[in-house]
């Protein structure tokens, strides 16, 4: 294991180099609807992507507090920030997956200084991100997928794939630093943000991680069996249909109120000619 010094020298531990023709990077932390974290640990498992390094968490994090199973209190545990690697057989592409557990703050700039280190070290020429993208689409429509690049001549690519071209947008969080940062140090970037309703930006949302995953693995012109994450979505979806019928039962029932309990304590004398007179106004409005 090769023991290298990051930023400020934050270790980072690497087993391996690539030895392909290109190698990319996609690095992922968690974010709105956790489109990122999903889709890069889904690569992980359906690629079989293998442990190549870690940085030590010790500069980045810190426990406030332990668990206890059973009585017993175990030792503490730091969110986990690790590199795996997968290659084509024909060594025609490598791919570097960064899985972060956890955003560190207020230490996110390192972190993301640190993450670059590592691609230069294991020859990574393209970092990828994904994000997801608030906006004002229901749960049941087909799910878009936005694109952004580090450079204008990388938006051509673009044009090959389903892939919507927003214009002016902000990337919250690390998912969108690294892309700014890899452009400062040359570092090509691309990222790809999944359509996420806005009602549902606290939930997971695999149906985003889904399409982003679709195009992606275009790109790469690799080849993943999406069926768990199609069955994932579906259940997604779902769920959704039932918390929108919630909170619209939720909704009439506060703000829909019967006529008749509109003015309580006031009684009607029927034959009253201003009372009647009232009623038909009333159905005019």
């Not at 952004?148 to 919507?164: C, D, G, M, N, Q």
């Not at 359509?195 to 993943?224: R, Y």
Request: hydrophobic share 35%.
């Amino acid at each position: 294991m090769k023991e290298h010094r990051g930023q400020k020298g934050v270790s980072i531990s690497l087993t391996e180099t690539p030895k392909v023709d290109r190698c990319v990077m996609l690095a992922s932390w968690p974010g709105i609807g956790n489109v990122s974290l999903i889709l890069a640990r889904y690569l992980k498992e359906k690629l079989d992507a293998r442990e190549v390094g870690e940085i030590d968490p010790v500069h980045f994090f810190e426990p406030v507090g332990v668990m206890v199973r059973e009585n017993v209190v175990e030792e503490p545990r730091f969110p986990e920030s690790k590199f795996y690697y997968w290659e084509k057989e024909d060594k025609s592409l490598g791919l570097v997956l960064f899985i972060g557990e956890e955003q560190p703050r207020p230490r996110g700039y390192e972190m993301v200084e640190t993450v670059l280190d590592a691609a230069e070290q294991l020859g990574v020429s393209r970092i990828y991100s994904c994000a997801a993208a608030v906006t004002k689409i229901h749960y049941s429509e087909e799910t878009k997928v936005w694109g952004v690049a580090t450079r204008p001549e990388l938006l051509e690519e673009f044009s090959r794939y389903k892939i919507v071209l927003r214009g002016t947008l902000r990337i919250a969080g690390l998912n969108g630093l690294i892309l700014g940062r890899a452009k400062e140090r040359g570092i090509d970037g691309l990222c790809l943000l999944g359509e996420v309703p806005g009602f549902a930006t606290q939930m997971a949302h695999p149906k985003a991680a889904l399409a982003v995953l679709s195009v992606l693995a275009e790109m790469l012109d690799i080849e993943i069996d999406t069926d768990e994450l199609e069955g994932v979505s579906r259940q997604s979806e779902l769920e959704m249909d039932v918390i929108s019928k919630q909170a619209t039962a939720a909704y009439i029932d506060q703000f829909t109120e019967p006529i008749w309990e509109q003015n309580p304590g006031e009684e009607e004398d029927e034959g009253d000619e201003d009372d009647e007179d009232e009623e038909q106004d009333y159905g005019r409005n």
